[in-house]
């Protein structure tokens, strides 16, 4: 099985910087995928990890460690926009490719 | 289509009914994904069809459950004798192929409400 955490709700002001922690425990890994959702709407892909290190997209850097199971969302230059929730998904060697792991979400809140 | 589009957006039955749910998937992605949503739920993974593959059902919930995807387009998932602990938003994905890192793009969803 796969369990994945992170946390449940983070605020930060605007302008500012926040990262979202990742952790999971998989019997394979083929990567990891993070997705922001606003309220009400769909899932949209931000980013994806499959070697150790720092990808980065504009003002959303991700970053993985395979031997620690561990990823993090690096948001900067936050905006109001950027109020959602942020979704981390893993896929595991042992599942077909298809099939992602899920994990409960990040509530982030920009404030003024 | 630029998108993913699924109907209806909306869906309220009675306890006991059978619901359909649709899928139209981006033109020329091989990839299909059904999840599901609950409130405050993470994605909950339901069946996965790719190309002409048997599909990976491992993540539905009980046999009253079933998806098909017809001439590697559509798809259509059917609930039967639905009840209350089906209500959930149902999302639906799809992606150019497998591997390599094709995020998923997902339709709007349907939100199933069984009263």
């Known amino acids: 099985g796969q369990n994945i955490d992170q946390p449940t709700e983070m605020t930060a002001t605007e302008g500012a910087i926040v990262q979202i922690n990742c952790t999971y425990q998989?019997?394979?890994?083929?990567?990891l995928f993070w997705y922001q959702q606003h309220a009400g709407e769909a899932p949209t892909f931000l980013s994806y990890n499959v070697l150790d290190g720092l990808e980065e997209k504009g003002r959303f850097s991700s970053f993985l460690s395979r031997s620690k199971g561990y990823s993090y969302l690096l948001l900067k230059e936050l905006q109001m926009k950027d109020s959602a929730s942020y979704l981390c998904?893993?896929?595991?060697?042992?599942?077909?490719?298809?099939?992602?792991?899920f994990g409960a979400g990040t509530q982030v809140v920009v404030t003024p | 289509g630029a998108g993913v589009s699924q109907s209806p957006s909306n869906k309220v039955t009675e306890k006991g009914k059978d619901v359909e749910l649709r899928c139209d998937p981006i033109s020329g992605h091989t990839a299909l994904y059904w999840y599901r949503q609950s409130l405050g739920q993470g994605l909950e993974f339901l069946i996965y069809f790719q190309g002409n593959s048997a599909p990976d059902k491992s993540g539905l919930p009980s046999d009253r459950f079933s998806a098909e995807r017809t001439g590697g387009s559509v798809s259509t998932l059917t609930i039967q004798r639905t009840q209350q602990e089906d209500s959930a938003v149902y999302l639906c994905?799809?992606?150019?192929?497998?591997?390599?890192?094709?995020?998923?793009?997902f339709g709007s969803g349907t939100r199933l409400t069984v009263v």
């Open positions: 994905a799809s992606s150019l192929d497998t591997g390599g890192g094709y995020g998923y793009t």
């Open positions: 998989t019997s394979g890994f083929n990567g």
């Open positions: 998904a893993v896929s595991s060697s042992t599942d077909s490719w298809g099939k992602l792991q």
